[in-house]
């Protein structure tokens, strides 16, 4: 079923902030309320000229649009071509799977998912930069489905804008992205406690 993984990986980022994130945490309420307000919106959408478009789309939108309105200018800037550069490779990676899918070497939500991802880290090549990241990749995904949206409507095919699918897309990314996240924490942190201290050295 199409959006069971975006609606499986909100609730799982809900109990995690709801019940296991520290309650001195200053984003807690807010990452919360996000995440059900993201549930909640799902089964929801609205007709804009002949194009449906859901609810979440909106709501993640505007997300983003708060989030880059508190950057300074220079980093406005740098996230407007990281999110319109990813945002042309969803569509152009979207419109190739469609028009020529022989050249899909594995399942095109993988593909978007892992280039997603690796473009977000090329960017925002920091760990520290993590929330960056996922902003890049919220932002860019809704401007990519849009942009994939225009030529298929123009010919003739009914694409809703943020339909589940691209939900499922959106999950995926940010998922991957977790998962690389925690990996490298554990990786630095399996490096720090195998280094040698200074005195061990000197007993060596």
């Known amino acids: 079923m199409d959006g069971i993984m975006y609606l499986w990986l909100l609730w799982g980022m809900w109990i995690y902030t709801t019940f296991l994130m520290r309650k ?5 309420f807010r990452y919360s309320f996000l995440c059900l ?27 983003c649009i708060l989030y880059i309105r508190n ?14 550069t990813m945002g042309m490779l ?28 690796l473009v977000s880290v090329l ?13 890049a990749i919220g932002g860019s995904s809704v401007i990519g489905d849009f942009f994939l949206s225009v030529p298929l409507n123009n010919v003739g095919f009914t694409y809703p804008i943020g339909g589940p699918a691209y ?14 996240k925690v990996f490298g ?14 005195g061990e050295m000197k007993n060596l």
């Not at 960017?123 to 902003?135: A, D, M, N, T, W």
């Not at 939900?167 to 690389?180: P, R």
């Open 24 to 28: 001195s945490h200053p984003h807690r």
């Open 37 to 63: 307000l993201l549930i909640c919106a799902f089964p929801y959408g609205m007709k804009i000229a002949s194009v449906e478009v859901s609810f979440p789309v909106f709501v993640l939108a505007l997300i």
């Open 71 to 84: 950057l300074h200018l220079k980093d406005k800037l740098y996230m407007l071509i990281a999110v319109l």
């Open 90 to 117: 969803y569509a152009g990676v979207g419109l190739l799977s469609i028009y020529d899918p022989v050249l899909m070497f594995m399942d095109r939500d993988y593909i978007l998912s892992l280039s997603f991802v």
């Open 123 to 135: 960017f925002y090549g920091h760990s520290s930069l993590s929330e960056f990241r996922v902003i």
């Open 167 to 180: 939900l499922d897309i959106l999950a995926l990314s940010i998922g991957l992205h977790f998962a690389l």
């Open 185 to 198: 924490e554990l990786n630095q942190f399996v490096t720090i406690k195998t280094q040698p201290n200074k």
